[in-house]
Each structure stands twice: as C-alpha cells, then as structure tokens.
C-alpha cells in the first residue's frame, strides 16, 4: 500500500516537473524566437523583360537562403529572412501598387526596382512608410529626391552613358555617332549622358530620334540615321527592343555598331537578336569584371548550381544588397530600418560586384563601369573604366 502511494506520489512529482521544465522552456522557446526580416522584391516578372526580373529576383533569393542556412543573431533572436516578390510588370502605375502591397505586408527591406521609371514613384511611397531601398535603377533623378533611405547599387546613368561614350570616342575613335531613345525614364536618361559626353569628346551627334519600350519596327529611323553615315548608334533602352533593332540594321546593310547601357548587356541580347549580335554591339555595366572579382567566379558557380543557369547582369546586385542589409543589422545589432540605414550610409560593405560605400545622396562613391562586346550571344567584357 505505502509502496503504490509513494509511486503514485514521486510519479505525480515527476510530473509536476516535467510540467514545469516545459514551461520553462516554451518561455524560453518564446524569448529566443527567431524574428522574422520580410526582403521585398519589386521588378517585371511578366513581359519581355521578365528575363532580367527572374534573374534579380533569384541573386536575392541565393542570399536569403544563405542567411537562413547560417542564421545570423540580431538583438538575442535569430534572424529569419523571408523573401516576398511582386511582379510590377516594369510599369511605373503597378510599381506603386506593388510598393503598397509590399508595405502593407510589413516589408521594411527592398530591393528593386529595376526600371527607374518605377523607381521613382515607388521610391516616394517607400520613403513615407519607412523602407529601405536598395536599387540598380540608373536615372540620376532617383537619388536627387533626397531620400534618406534610399541607395543606388550600382553605377548611375551618367556613368553608364558618359563612359560608352569616352570609349566610343578615345578607343574606336569615333567622329559621328546619333541616338536613338525610347522615352522611358532610363532610356531617355542615359542618351542624354551619352550625347552630352560624347560632344564633349569632340564627335558629332548626327541625329537623335525616339521611339518606345513596345516598339519592334526601327526601318524608318534607322534609314533616315543609314543617310547620315554615322559610325555607330547608341540606344537608350532595353533588349527586347536593341535587339530587333540590331537584325534590322542588318538588313538594311547599316554597318555602324549598335551601342548601349547596361540593359542590352545580356544573354537575351544574343538569344533576341541571333547572329545580328556580335562585335558589333557595345554595352556599357556598373561593376568591375565579375570574373576578375575575387568571389566573382564562386558566386556564378552558386548560381549555376542552384538555379541550371548562368548568372545574368545583376543578380551579384541583388545577392549583395540583400547581404549588405544582413551585415547592416548585425553592425546596428537591430532591424529597426533607421539604425539599420544609418550603418550603410556611414559604412562600406565588400560584395561580390563592389565595394557599397555611399555619398549623401546614397550614390556609390565609386562605381567602375565595363565595357562589353558579344560573342557566341554572350556578352564578353572588355575593359573597366
């Protein structure tokens, strides 16, 4: 009898223990939750430049998962990165409503946009509801609004556009050149800094002429440019368009080089454009040579592997700003926006495509910009200015 009780007792005892050693530890399970960081993603995820969409979407993606394979510890929580993308169609209008969404989801961490006609309105939306953006969109209007926690990625158009024009000008020893832009605010941004450079440089602008982001018939602008004898043509605008415009060249038996920013500079290039696209086109994009960069060649094979692709112009962007904001939070040991925003403003930060070290504006303080050919549909670089 007194055995059963004294059981009956220390298993009760046992219990009660148990019981409490449970608590304890959901109490503790509870204090040292992970927090959860949301990275917000905004670019054309549909369309004809879904391809550069995809590819910055997956560079953000590769470091978030990074990040949660080796947790890093903010403020006594283990940090958990979610990332939440959404497609703004590279369309100013749904780039706002992409903005609201992300914020109305509790996203205080972009990265995005990558067109600067989105970039512009839906950085002010970000500014006013206390969000971090880290963007490759080139206009130099982005960083003039004078948004404290907004920082440009990459090299800006002035960069982009003046420094094709420098190596059109000292290396192919060009003296008549025209332009060619398609109205958007990137387009139009970054010819302006071409022909404002290379007149500066002492070549002649034969002709400037518009066109848009929708077209695919350039035979009429590009006879009234075939007239003029220009040695090369620069457009301000992306690949869907460059690329028909540079089989029609061809056609037309135009034999000046096609010239551009950044946004021709990819494999959709070549794949769009066949074998119109060789030595023949030139493009200019912020960075230095990935494959000289120390932990350039490892980053393309990670990439490679996860994804059965090759890296594309900006997912190393995208990979760094996501990191960048990492590292930030663990400098401010928070993930209050402001601190955060603070340390990357007053810091620099050594990724895989540079070194992010910015002005007041939030412009890189130095943005080196390559110079790219192609060959076999692939853009090869050149030289670093």
Known sequence: MYLKHSVKHSVKHSVKHIAAAT???AAAGAYAQDAVVKIGHSGPLSGAQAFSGKDNENGARLAVEELNAKPITVAAKKLKFELLSEDDQGDPKAGVAAAQKLIDNGVKYVVGPYNSGVAIPASRAYNDAG??????????KITLQGYKGLFRVNASD???GSKMALYAANELKFKTVAVIDDRTAFGQGVAEEFKKQAKASGMTVAGHEFTTDKAFDFNAILTKLKNKKVEAIFFGGYAPQAAPMVRQMKQLGITAKLLGGDTIC????GKLG?????DNVLCSQG?????KASSGPAFKAKYKARYKQDADVYAASYYDATMMYAQ??????SIDPQKVSAVIGAGSYKGV???YAFDERGDMKQSPVTIFTFKGGQPVPLTSY
């Open 23 to 25: 608590a304890l530890l």
């Open 131 to 140: 969000v971090l953006v880290a963007t490759i969109a080139t206009n130099p």
């Open 158 to 160: 002035s960069q982009l």
């Open 266 to 269: 990819t494999g959709e290039m």
């Open 274 to 278: 066949g074998d119109a696209v060789a």
């Open 287 to 291: 960075g230095a040579i990935l494959d």
């Open 328 to 333: 930030a939070m663990q400098k401010a040991n």
């Open 353 to 355: 495509a540079g070194t």
